[in-house]
């Protein structure tokens, strides 16, 4: 089991910044990686972001490419979302998630956490 902990949520102004924080314990040797979802109100949810667990690798949806960037801290466990350039667009419910090792899903995931971006 992974327990996941999310935290840095909040309103901002269109053109602003909010970093998300998502602190992993229990298992923690068995993540392969841990990835960032979002879902706003209505519709489907869709992936953010993901950074392989010993952090060499990072992959980004088009639609925050070059805004957010997704970074981890090993001594914590805990990996961080920094939202930059924010728009109302990417209000949503953020949520972190990980997969562990051999496995095609995510299986664990956090509890959530609002973001939404005033215009």
Known sequence: QVQLVESGGGLVQAGGSLRLSCAASGRTFSIND???????????REFVARLTWSGGSSVYSGSVKGRFTIS?????????????SLKPEDTAVYYCAVRNVGRLEYEYWGQGTQVTVSS
């Open 34 to 44: 841990m990835g960032w979802f979002r879902q706003a109100p209505e519709k489907e």
């Open 72 to 84: 981890r801290d090993n001594a914590k466990n805990t990996v961080y979302l920094q939202m930059n």
